[in-house]
Nanobody, 121 residues
Framework: QVQLMESGGGLVQAGGSHRLSCAVSGSIFSTVLMGWYRQAPGNQREVVASITSNGTTNYADSVKGRFTISRDNARYKVYLHMHNLKPEDTAVYYC???????????????WGQGTQVTVSS
């Protein structure tokens, strides 16, 4: 069974840095895209950053220049490096992946369980 396992949430002071990690567990054929979303209380889930298998990245305007997404293709892992954190970055962060479970299947979307990041002012 394919799952996304997140780690790294916690409490960080404003201006600080933090890193989130996400790993694909289970047998898969390949990934197309991996990324991070977040959802703050009362808000809709929004995309934070994404990275394709060939390394193309995209960022939400609110995190450009502060967050960096990277991936380890060999280990099907993705990381979110967060710098200069602000209280408005406080949210539950979700790992997301679009991947092929087998070479014969169509692409499928998977989500992690979410990890809380709280930025104190």
């Amino acid at each position: 069974q394919v799952q996304l396992m997140e780690s790294g949430g916690g409490l960080v002071q404003a201006g600080g840095s933090h890193r989130l990690s996400c790993a694909v567990s289970g047998s898969i054929f390949s990934t197309v895209l991996m990324g991070w979303y977040r959802q703050a209380p009362g808000n809709q889930r929004e995309v934070v950053a994404s990275i394709t298998s060939n390394g193309t990245t995209n960022y939400a305007d609110s995190v450009k220049g502060r967050f960096t997404i990277s991936r380890d293709n060999a280990r099907y892992k993705v990381y979110l490096h967060m710098h200069n954190l602000k209280p408005e970055d406080t949210a539950v962060y979700y790992c997301h992946a679009l991947l092929y479970v087998t070479q014969y299947s169509g692409p499928s979307t998977y989500w992690g369980q979410g990890t809380q990041v709280t930025v104190s002012s």
